[in-house]
């Protein structure tokens, strides 16, 4: 494939968003959450494991540990009983019980609304906090998990594109250039999405895929 020039990759960028946006039309987060303080915890509960296994444990969780103050105080062996099927579940209970604690001591048990404030708690790191930002709170986010890192490489919507271990950050910071604020967690949901649907890391289904005439690194 010839160098694309930066102005080629900015209007084919738009013009496969574009695509995307017609099929994932509302896109949305995949946690289960009806306060800032669920979806917080059940993105670091994520780690490791899917979104669907999380909404298994997290309606038992809630009910039994709804404030930051009831989770902080919990027992560490009945929270890693109630999220056991995640797997790595004694690391999790602690992480979930010293954010908790965190929450409570230093913000009231509410959760922040900032970046430089969120990853400053136990397990919160820019990826948890952009999901937290974006979906809870409606701040811009642009959450990059390893399905968003696999469909942005495979487009080379990124200049590391040939990268085995990319930069969550240095992604973030150069796909939002790219688009406007207000995009970026929908932008980032649609990623997602297509990455579990259509852009499997083991053997995309490219003869489905709405961006397969534009794809660089598409099979048909």
Not at 130 to 157: C, E, K, Q, S, Y
Not at 162 to 180: A, G, K, L, M, Y
Not at 194 to 200: E, T, W
Request: glycine residues 4%; contains cysteine.
């Amino acid at each position: 494939m010839p160098r694309e020039s930066k102005r080629a990759l900015h209007a084919r960028m738009h013009e496969e968003y574009a695509l995307l946006c017609e099929e994932i039309p509302e896109p949305k987060c995949a946690l289960d959450f009806s306060t800032p303080l669920q979806l917080l915890i059940a993105t670091v509960l994520s780690a490791q494991t899917t979104d669907k296994r999380v909404n298994t444990v997290t309606p038992t969780l809630f009910s039994e540990y709804p404030s930051a103050a009831d989770l902080a105080a919990a027992s560490p062996e009945r929270v890693e009983d109630i999220i056991h099927p995640l797997g790595f579940y004694r690391s999790k209970s602690a992480h979930i019980i010293a954010l908790a604690d965190q929450l409570q001591e230093r913000f009231d048990g509410v959760v922040p609304r900032t970046m430089e404030e969120l990853v400053t708690l136990p397990g919160v790191g820019r990826k948890t906090a952009n999901v937290v930002l974006g979906n809870a709170f409606g701040v811009p986010g642009f959450p990059v998990d390893t399905h968003v890192m696999r469909v942005t490489g495979r487009l080379r919507w990124r200049s590391d594109w040939r990268s085995t271990h990319p930069d969550p950050v240095r992604i973030e910071q150069e796909i939002t250039r790219c688009f406007p604020p207000e995009e970026w967690t929908d932008l980032s949901h649609r990623l997602i999405l297509h990455g579990r649907a259509i852009c499997h890391a083991r053997k995309p289904d490219c003869a489905n895929c709405p961006l397969n005439g534009t794809c660089p690194s598409s099979e048909v």
